[in-house]
């Protein structure tokens, strides 16, 4: 299993209705992307265990195919579009249980293909503050 983990800070002047229409999208990508097996959006808990986010999202897929399909799914696009303007911070991360030691530059590999095929969203990341995440080099 791949546990596909997004933690982000709306900025201050973020208004709350958007920010739970980025929410309720996040959801749907949950409910809609096919290879999603299990997902939970809400308060972020970490608390002072790195940094200050406010809501996150896990998405668990079995497999890459099924990560790049979460990757590459029109409502992940449309999260992308209404949320990631209201970000402050943005952190992306991937858990797995598989042992393959190459999974880590496979799954980075993904996410540079995905933001390849559309950089419209690579953009959009590009924009954010302070983002850390999977298939991001220079930053």
């Known amino acids: ?7 982000v800070k709306m900025k201050a002047n973020a208004a709350p209705e958007r ?12 409910r809609s992307v096919p290879s ?3 997902f939970l959006v809400g ?7 790195g940094g200050d986010f406010e809501y996150s999202a896990v998405f668990a897929v079995e497999d890459l195919d099924g ?5 590459t ?17 943005l952190a992306i991360f991937d ?16 996410h540079r293909r995905r933001n390849e095929l559309n950089p419209d969203v690579a953009g959009m990341l590009a924009d954010v503050p302070t983002y850390r995440g999977a ?4 930053r």
């Open 135 to 138: 298939g991001v080099d220079d």
């Open 1 to 7: 299993m791949i546990y596909h983990i997004n933690r």
């Open 73 to 89: 799914h029109p409502t992940t696009h449309e999260t992308d579009h209404l949320g990631l303007d209201l970000v402050e911070d």
């Open 19 to 30: 920010i739970e229409a980025a929410l309720e999208s996040w959801r749907n990508q949950g």
């Open 95 to 110: 858990v797995s249980d598989d042992d393959d030691p190459e999974l880590n530059a496979k799954i980075q590999e993904l």
């Open 36 to 38: 999603v097996k299990s």
């Open 43 to 49: 308060r972020d808990l970490g608390g002072d265990f």
């Open 67 to 71: 990560l790049f399909e979460y990757l």
